[in-house]
């Protein structure tokens, strides 16, 4: 075993300070705002379900079978609310910290292939991309399918490193197989389908077949298989419906079909890439060119040989096969029929890598450019902040929407003077300082967008409804939602609701249990009559009819939104 020398362990040292105040900055605000529809309550209420069962194979969201997704995300959620309690910043937790973990293996991976400055200024991109940091602090399923990803390329490009020893490229090898075995879990074989098609494109376009003998593909497929398929056997034995909707509805229908209804033309990624890449998006055609043009790495010289690089005339290319990954990736979700702006997220990764190399060789003046650009749209931002006032609506009014022009205006100030500054210090060379600084402002930016966004959680959220509604509630009461379902309203009050006359995405699991629905509202009526005591939520307009019908209710809770009733006692 190499034991790392003196002036490694200094830099290790040194490093705990900045990987502390990084962890504080990136997992200090989880629980500052409330979850808000759908995604974050859909994948929150989920894991809670399990948790209140004790089902964690079968997952359901309002009781009914929802099969969109693999587990893996729901397990770990469900398992950090076991151990912590359901809270905002535990339903977060899962994609906060595949996230960060994300940071540190792209300053890791940087640091083996490249060099160190390399990698950490990979690190410093990544970290600071304003949609990489921003779903990182969203909970959807992506950061967890883009971690699983990155970790498979990864291990992938460092088991065919040159200086690799057979015993370490095979140990990198299954650790690559086992990672895509856990994205697979995540989100599905799309995990697979992109992995296997970057290697054969890249084998073809770069005419280099030598990372095909380096799969160890028995064992590697023995470990995927191990690790993917019980799952779903398990799920497919108990529940055979599964097997239809989650592989042929779920993958191929989504991806062929506008069945979804996420429909967008084929250039809807560019501007995403373009907003998501911030503050790195203007170097992106220098970095795309210089991952196609790099020549190949060079291993170490022998002792005795003046620390000169050899050059290789042939073999594995990672800049040019990070390249392929990431325009792949992003041919795959353009051609698509369902299209949403976190599917190109296992992009960022990728595209951090190439950066950090770039950004270590970028000469001065290609830096005063770029961070000129930066300063120009900080500025512009601060500039265009208060007119998000005039975004204002019955549903989010002025108040509410000055609130959040006020922390729009307050970050993008931080990030004009972080940019401004960042430029100041590449005109006079010190580039290093230029490239951490602008991410450090970005990455505040981006950040007080996302919190600020908590002013807008009465008309996004159902957390004041809950407030209202949880001295009132007692267990077994009836709960019906009326022609809506609210997403984070189950996770609040910690219980699920009987859909009224409303289907969308759990019609699949009305389907299979239709004794959990109303199906009409006239049906819900003669119920609401019955019952000795209930509650129902539905919106303003539905509330105004059934009124007018002579259904007899109290308003037990209320929002922008929504109205909570309750049958008169």
Do not use: C
Not at 96 to 108: E, K, M, Q
């Amino acid at each position: 075993m190499i034991k790392p020398t003196s002036r490694q362990r200094g830099f290790a040292l040194a490093l705990l300070p900045i990987l502390l105040i990084m962890a504080l900055a990136w997992f200090g605000t989880l629980d500052y705002r409330k979850l808000v529809k759908p995604d974050e309550g859909r994948y929150a209420e989920i894991p809670r379900e399990m948790v209140a069962t004790g089902d964690w194979l079968t997952p359901r969201l309002n009781d009914l079978k929802y099969f969109e997704k693999p587990a893996l995300q729901y397990w770990a959620t469900a398992a950090a609310f076991e151990a912590f309690g359901a809270h905002e910043w535990t339903a977060r937790l899962w994609p906060a910290l595949t996230g960060f973990l994300g940071i540190l293996l792209a300053g890791y991976t940087g640091s083996r292939l490249f060099g160190r400055r390399e990698g950490t200024m990979a690190a410093a991109v990544l970290g600071s991309s304003v949609l990489y940091a921003a779903m990182a602090h969203i909970i959807t399923l992506d950061m967890g399918l883009s971690f699983f990803m990155q970790a498979a390329l990864s291990g992938f490009l460092l088991a065919n490193r040159p200086e690799a020893s057979p015993e370490e490229g095979r140990r990198w090898m299954l650790f690559t197989w086992a990672m895509v075995a856990l994205a697979t879990l995540t989100k599905g074989i799309v995990a697979p389908v992109l992995a296997g098609g970057t290697l054969v494109f890249y084998s073809l376009l770069a005419r280099d077949l030598s990372p095909w003998r380096r799969l160890h593909l028995i064992p590697g497929l023995a470990l995927f298989l191990a690790l993917a398929a019980p799952w779903f056997v398990a799920v497919t034995l108990k529940n055979p419906e599964f097997f239809h909707f989650f592989f042929i509805h779920e993958h191929f229908e989504r991806f062929l079909t506008k069945s979804h209804h996420r429909f967008q033309p084929w250039w809807f990624f560019l501007p995403i890439l373009a907003l998501g890449m911030l503050p790195w998006a203007s170097m992106l055609p220098q970095i795309l060119w210089s991952g196609w043009k790099s020549p190949l790495p060079s291993p170490p010289s022998p002792a005795g040989e003046g620390g000169e690089r050899r050059e290789p005339r042939h073999g594995f290319n990672p800049r040019r096969f990070l390249l392929v990954w990431s325009v792949l990736i992003f041919v795959f979700f353009s051609i698509s029929d369902s299209k949403l702006p976190s599917y190109v997220l296992p992009i960022f990764p990728a595209l951090a890598l190439l950066a950090g190399d770039w950004l270590a060789k970028a000469g001065r003046l290609s830096l005063v450019r770029h961070f000129s650009l930066v300063a120009i749209l900080a500025g512009a931002a601060l500039l265009a902040s208060p007119l998000v006032k005039m975004a204002a609506n019955p549903e989010q009014p002025l108040a509410m929407m000055a609130d959040y022009a006020r922390w729009l205006a307050a970050s993008s100030a931080i990030w004009f003077a972080g940019s401004a500054a960042a430029l100041a210090l590449a005109w006079r060379g010190r580039l290093g300082p230029a490239v951490y600084l602008a991410a450090v402002a970005t990455f505040v930016v981006g950040q007080g967008a996302l919190l600020g966004h908590e002013s807008l959680a009465a008309s996004n959220s159902a957390a004041s409804l809950a407030q209202q509604l949880r001295p009132q509630l007692t267990p077994g009461v009836p709960f019906y939602s009326v022609r809506t379902y609210e997403q984070t309203l189950p996770f609040y009050i910690q219980r699920t609701v009987t859909l009224v006359e409303f289907g969308d995405e759990l019609s699949f699991g009305i389907q299979q249990e239709p004794q959990k629905f109303v199906p009409t509202v006239k049906e819900f009526e003669a119920r609401w009559r019955a019952d000795k005591d209930a509650f129902a939520l539905m919106t303003p307009d539905t509330y105004a009819e059934l009124e007018k019908d002579g259904l007899p209710m109290t308003i037990a809770a209320r929002d922008l939104r929504r109205i909570v009733v309750r049958k008169p006692q």
